[in-house]
């Protein structure tokens, strides 16, 4: 069995003059959140529909668990699930109506797909909203829905394209919790978000997609890494200790470290986060106790700025500032 | 999981039916094995039920249901009926089967015009994206539309009754009309489901639709016997589908039914089944 879920080489659409998505190689590793992070028109949904089956790419392949998207369209579509960016529910009828409409497709029987929209409803916490109309649902209680609505059976791989785009704070955590329980339960999951500290706070792996490319790739923390270099704060609980431990952090980190005003403090600056963790290790070792101990990252909004030269919100990518390559 | 804890100790006042919680997530997550993989009929018929479902929801669709047959049958029959058949009840015994098909083929257009609207609204996405019988969607809309056809027929029928209708065919007869008619209008569905694909918008749909039914419905035998039309006219409703349907419909009605007229039906519906029936659904999966 493959280790990936989803792995894309040189997946390529273009509509009219437009290269919506212009040779993405993706790969999705199995039980991970992994995060599709771009800007308003940058080619997401795109992609998200030609694997979703939707859509024909036009040049690359794509395999969604070893299975290509174009030959073997019904062997992804019996593992996947989608949960469109907008509405994809029909809105006239009641949530339970939908999700036992839903259901019944995937092959319940009358009373089972019953069963199955109740629990549903009250996971979800939609049990009085039952018998409402989904037109008439709040926007948090929509995506809700709209997600119940993708693991009426639970899929192997679901796609949430843009799940809180426009919700508020409260809403959006509950998307979050919904999306985390998800993956706990071993589905695969990609989303893609306009939110950089959405990416940063549920996504293990991310790819960057501007102008229909990946400029970028990597852990949250790699690719913070790979644009800023990091601040590391440290300060010893006995200030006659730090003449040591700034010469211990010299050697194991091989950059400056610098005296604070602060007697007690070191002040340094780390392009390579990696050795970081062992000088704390070897301040251990050395006996030297730490009062506090941080690396203060930057932040993906800079992260992407610096790899495109545009804001990640801003759909006007007018201005193309030097464009940063990214470190993979 | 910190955020629901946070949640869990200061719940919002307003809306405390709004708590999630991760274990009922969980557990739902668990139950959610695979069943069997439903065949075609069922999975045509849960989408006939979901139209069943929007008539339900939105009665208005019923509007040109119902409203449209009562008004077309009662201005023509009185409006036109002592003009064009010298009286009213004689005119009645003639255009009933007429507007009969006339209101039905009428409607059979909204099929693609809801499609379309499914389309634009992002839900055929979802509904693509599940592993089941490609035509299931399309079909079941068009079976659920059979139902709206069926209640269209029988208000016809009823206020035809009422204004002195008395077809010789009996009950019987005015039935196997019905069932030749739903037959028919199943079989034109699939042109407009086929608009409903390529074209961009539920309005351009309408609009194209009622271009081609104009002609269709017109230029036929449903109003005026075509004796009484030009040569070319004549020779258009000759070898006008909707005019077959009104003949072969008037013969059964009459009790007098033509199995050659009602074959020829027949094969139309079966033609137009293969030509658009094909053309929609290689449309539907191309996937473009
Ligand atoms: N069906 C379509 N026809 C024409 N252009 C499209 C179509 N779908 C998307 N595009 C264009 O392709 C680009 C990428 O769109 P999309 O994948 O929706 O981006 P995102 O989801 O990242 O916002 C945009 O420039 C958009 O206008
Ligand atoms: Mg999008």
Partial sequence: MTELAIETIGLAKTFGATRAVDGVDLQVRRGRIHGFLGPNGAGKTTTIRMLATLLRPDAGSAQVFGHDVVREADEVRSRISLTGQFASLDEDLTGIENLVLLSRLLGYSRPAARNRAEELLAAFGLTDAATRQVKKYSGGMRRRIDIAASIVVTPELIFLDEPTTGLDPRSRNQVWDIVRALVAGGTTVLLTTQYLDEADQLAEQISVIDNGRVIAEGTPGELKASVGSGALLVRVQRPEQRPAARGLLERVLAVPVRDEADPAALTATVDDPGPVARALTELDRAGIGLAQFSLGQPSLDEVFLALTGHAATSSDDAEPADLQESSR | ?288
Avoid at chain 2, 27 to 48: D, E, I, N, W, Y
Avoid at chain 2, 120 to 134: H, Q
Avoid at chain 2, 189 to 196: K, P, R, V
């Fill in chain 2, 1 to 288: 999981m910190t955020a629901t804890d946070a949640r869990q100790q200061a719940p919002s006042p307003r809306q405390p039916l709004e708590q999630i919680s991760g274990e009922a997530l969980q557990s739902v997550l668990l139950a959610g094995a695979r069943p069997p993989r439903p065949g075609p009929l069922s999975v045509s018929a849960t989408f006939g039920w979901r139209a069943m479902l929007r008539i339900k929801h939105v009665p208005e669709q019923l509007f040109d249901v119902t409203a449209f047959p009562v008004l077309m049958t009662l201005m023509f029959t009185y409006l036109f009926g002592g003009a064009l058949a010298g009286s009213v009840d004689r005119y009645v015994q003639f255009f009933l089967p007429g507007i009969l098909v006339q209101t039905v083929v009428m409607i059979t257009m909204y099929t693609g015009v809801a499609l379309n609207t499914d389309i634009t609204k992002g839900v055929f996405d979802r509904i693509k994206s599940l592993p089941i019988w490609r035509p299931s969607a399309l079909v079941g809309a068009l079976l659920g539309d059979v139902v709206r056809f069926t209640i269209a027929s029988a208000i016809v029928i009823l206020l035809g009754l009422a204004l002195g209708f008395r077809p010789d065919g009996g009950v019987l007869g005015v039935l196997a009309g019905v069932a030749l008619l739903l037959v028919f209008s199943f079989s034109l569905g699939w042109l407009w489901t086929l608009l409903g694909l390529v074209l961009r918008t539920p309005n351009s749909v309408m609009n194209t639709s009622m271009m081609a039914l104009f002609p269709l419905t017109f230029a036929s035998n449903i109003y005026v016997d075509p004796e009484t039309m030009p040569g070319w006219l004549q020779a258009v409703v000759d070898v006008n589908p909707v005019a077959h349907l009104v003949t072969a419909i008037r013969g059964l009605m009459e009790g007098n039914g033509d199995m050659g007229d009602i074959l020829l039906v027949l094969v139309e519906s079966a033609v137009l089944v293969a030509v658009f029936g094909t053309l929609t659904m290689r449309r539907y999966n191309r996937r473009a």
